[in-house]
């Protein structure tokens, strides 16, 4: 049996008569750029997120990066950011002559932690971006707690976690500004590149509105600088008609993430930390000898699985991924390489040490958990997996 990692095919084919209907739309209208599919899509996403405020841009990695410069953040400013995630959270800090200061993430959960920000605050600080990785959710209100009414903002990393709900609202509509992807294998997934930003504040949404069009207002007419990170009318019309189907796809994820859990978690060398919050837990977890460690869920929220990361321990993480491979199976490493090792950001090594950033970058494995995976192809990984198990931890 194959079991891909990812399947955008299998989402897309029962949305064949629909997508070509809203191709042959934008045809007819001659409209390519910007104009009512944007604004259509753009008002269907705010109204979906519960945000005041939706900004169509040319992909997530320029969501984050407007929203770096609708904030003015630039040379001699300071930007903190997890160090394990993906490269485009730290780029763009990179990219406006900011410097990325590396935080940890937690061990068990893996996102980054308040108190962990809270150390690496200082004077220069203009903004942090927690990430809400792998479809789970950081903890933003733990954040802003550290960030104590000092002049920081807050610009979440929705890219892996679009519906992700903690303490009761979307990821995304809690710090002031929140970015989105629509890369084909996010929850979202579109047609080629496009992003979003979604924010509160009317003030900086129109900003961003400038920022995407060359910074132009009225036309023809530049008192900033922005660049071409406009969205395709084209784009806009496929991703309507996907949007209402996003909760049903956003179950079936949470539907194979909670077999997984269940299943996996009867193996003698699995061990499921469950419902938890905060470093306590994370540290009762390291303590124990599991061959393997599922994802934690923080308390209060409902993650999104964009992925199925697990912990294989012991220096296996390889030899798992190689039997699986093996036997049809995808599963990748998300990621190989913390950011703070990374060549080009050779100048912003931490101080200290981001000891479960490298150790998760050891360890980490994600197994396939998308919507469309059928239920004998998940069985089978469940099957494959125990397998290994008994052969090497017996
Ligand atoms: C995918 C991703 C991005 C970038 O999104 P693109 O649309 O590919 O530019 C940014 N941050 C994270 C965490 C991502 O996973």
Same mark, same amino acid.
């Given at each position: 049996m194959k079991v891909p990692l990812f399947s955008p095919l299998a989402q897309n084919e029962p949305l064949a008569e629909e997508l070509q209907k809203a191709f042959q739309n934008v045809l007819k209208s001659g409209y390519f750029?910007?104009?009512? @599919?944007?604004?259509?899509?753009?008002?269907? $996403? /705010?109204?979906?997120?519960g945000a005041d405020h939706a900004v169509g841009v040319s992909?997530?990695?320029?969501?984050?990066?407007?929203?770096?410069?609708?904030?003015?953040?630039?040379? !001699?400013?300071?930007?903190?950011?997890?160090?394990?995630?993906?490269?485009a959270t730290a780029g763009v800090v990179k990219r406006l002559g900011a410097k990325p200061v590396f935080?940890?993430?937690?061990?068990?959960?893996?996102? %980054?932690?308040?108190?962990? #920000?809270?150390?690496? %605050?200082?004077?220069?600080?203009? /903004?942090?971006?927690?990430?809400?990785?792998?479809?789970?959710?950081?903890? #933003?209100?733990? %954040?802003?707690?550290?960030?104590?009414?000092?002049?920081?903002?807050?610009?979440?990393? #929705?890219?892996?976690?679009? !519906? /992700? #709900?903690?303490g009761g609202r979307f990821a995304g509509t809690i710090g002031e500004l929140g970015c989105f992807s629509f890369f084909p294998t996010k929850n979202l997934g579109g047609f080629g590149d496009g992003g979003l930003v979604t924010t509160q504040d009317a003030e900086l949404a129109e900003k961003i509105r400038r920022l995407r069009n060359h910074g132009m207002?009225?036309?023809?007419?530049? *008192?900033?600088?922005? !660049?071409?990170?406009?969205?395709?009318?084209?784009?806009?019309?496929?991703?309507?008609?996907?949007?209402?189907?996003?909760?049903?796809?956003? *179950?079936?994820?949470?539907?194979?993430?909670?077999?997984?859990?269940?299943e996996l978690s009867q193996h003698p060398a699995v061990? *499921?930390?469950?419902? $938890?919050? !905060?470093?306590?837990?994370?540290c009762e977890l390291e303590k124990n000898d599991a061959a393997i460690l599922l994802p934690m869920t923080r308390c209060g929220q409902e993650p999104t699985w964009n992925q199925f990361t697990i912990r294989v321990r012991n220096g296996k993480?390889?030899?798992?991924? @190689?039997f699986l491979?093996?036997?049809?199976?995808?599963?990748?490493?998300?990621?190989?390489?913390?950011?703070?090792?990374?060549?080009?950001?050779? $100048?912003?090594?931490?101080? @200290?040490?981001? *000891?479960?950033?490298?150790?998760?970058?050891?360890?980490?494995?994600?197994l396939p958990v998308y919507p469309e995976l059928k239920s004998g192809q998940l069985a089978y990984v469940i099957e494959t997996i125990q397998g290994w198990l008994d052969q090497t931890t017996a």
């Open positions: 750029i910007l104009g009512p @599919e944007v604004a259509g899509m753009e008002r269907e $996403a /705010a109204a979906h997120l992909s997530g990695t320029d969501a984050l990066l407007i929203a770096l410069m609708a904030l003015g953040v630039g040379a !001699g400013d300071e930007v903190i950011v997890p160090s394990f995630t993906f490269f935080a940890d993430v937690c061990p068990a959960c893996y996102q %980054i932690q308040p108190a962990d #920000v809270q150390r690496l %605050i200082s004077d220069k600080t203009k /903004a942090i971006i927690p990430v809400h990785l792998f479809g789970h959710t950081a903890d #933003v209100d733990g %954040i802003r707690q550290v960030v104590d009414g000092r002049p920081i903002s807050i610009v979440e990393d #929705v890219a892996q976690s679009m !519906g /992700a #709900v903690t207002h009225p036309k023809y007419y530049h *008192s900033e600088v922005g !660049g071409n990170f406009r969205i395709d009318a084209l784009q806009a019309a496929l991703l309507r008609i996907k949007l209402p189907h996003l909760d049903q796809y956003l *179950s079936a994820r949470r539907f194979n993430a909670q077999r997984y859990l269940s061990e *499921s930390a469950g419902y $938890a919050c !905060g470093h306590d837990c994370a993480r390889n030899a798992l991924r @190689e491979l093996e036997h049809d199976i995808g599963a990748e490493i998300y990621y190989p390489v913390p950011l703070h090792r990374q060549e080009c950001f050779a $100048a912003y090594m931490p101080s @200290e040490p981001l *000891s479960h950033t490298e150790l998760l970058c050891e360890e980490v494995l994600s």
